[in-house]
């Protein structure tokens, strides 16, 4: 199952971040050098998504999304609003979320979880 489409749920806040992992493997020698070579063909990036105020609904889309994917063992397609991309992902972490707002039996949540390139 992809990630919903940001017309249907909002856009992440502003400080949500990305990172460019180090994929080098490193083991010191007995003289104090250190012999590095890259782990992996290319470099993955990482993200880390925040909501600072979304609705049950849309929570309920992403809760969705982590169900049907098996939290992190599946991968699937998310939009990269940076460089307005489909990326290949997975889940990298638990989502967490805590009601924040309940007026007029709307309830309003703060959520944040992380992505990582597969």
Not at 113 to 118: G, H, Q, S, V
Request: aromatic residues 12%.
């Amino acid at each position: 199952m992809d990630f919903p489409s940001y017309s249907v749920i909002p856009k992440p806040s502003i400080s949500s971040t990305a990172a460019l992992l180090d994929n080098s493997l490193k083991s010191k020698t007995v003289n104090g050098m250190t012999i590095s070579r890259p782990k992996y063909t290319r470099q993955l990036h990482k993200w880390s998504l925040s909501w600072s105020a979304i609705s049950a609904t849309a929570l309920n889309l992403i809760l969705s999304c982590y169900q049907a994917n098996g939290g992190g063992s599946q991968v699937f397609r998310w939009l990269d609003l940076d460089s307005n991309t489909y990326k290949n992902v997975r889940f990298n972490s638990d989502i967490q979320y805590i009601e924040i707002s309940n007026s007029n039996g709307e309830k309003i949540y703060k959520v944040s979880f992380d992505l990582m390139e597969a």
